[in-house]
């Protein structure tokens, strides 16, 4: 069984910024896909940003250019760096991976990002 775990969520003011970190009890270095999906309240979870094998980054277009998603592979962990945050931004935030030769999917169980106006 791999574990996510989410930290860095919070109540910020819009504008501000936040950095989420994900730790997994895998390593990274052979996965095919990682990084960050959102649930606000009443809606459907929705991709926020994910990096997959050979470096392709996809992000959602409400956040291109405010948020930024990297990982660091010796530490196995994802972060998710979020700046001029906005008060549509908040939602609780989930850590996604999978690896290619592990029919499971994993999550992490979510942290909440609150940004006021």
């Known amino acids: 069984q791999v574990h996510l775990v989410e930290s860095g969520g919070g109540l910020v003011q819009a504008g501000e910024s936040l950095r989420l970190s994900c730790v997994t009890s895998?390593?990274?270095?052979?996965?095919?896909?990682i990084g960050w999906y959102r649930q606000a309240p009443g809606k459907q979870r929705e991709l926020v940003a994910l990096?997959?094998?050979?470096?392709?980054?996809n992000y959602a277009d409400s956040i291109q250019g405010r948020f930024t998603i990297s990982r660091d592979n010796a530490k196995s962990t994802v972060y998710l760096q979020m700046n001029s945050l906005k008060p549509e931004d908040t939602a609780v935030y989930y850590c996604?991976?999978?690896?290619?030769?592990?029919?499971?999917?994993?999550w992490g169980q979510g942290t909440q990002v609150t940004v006021s106006a």
């Open positions: 895998r390593s990274t270095f052979s996965v095919n896909a």
């Open positions: 990096t997959s094998k050979g470096g392709v980054t």
């Open positions: 996604y991976a999978d690896w290619s030769w592990d029919p499971n999917h994993y």
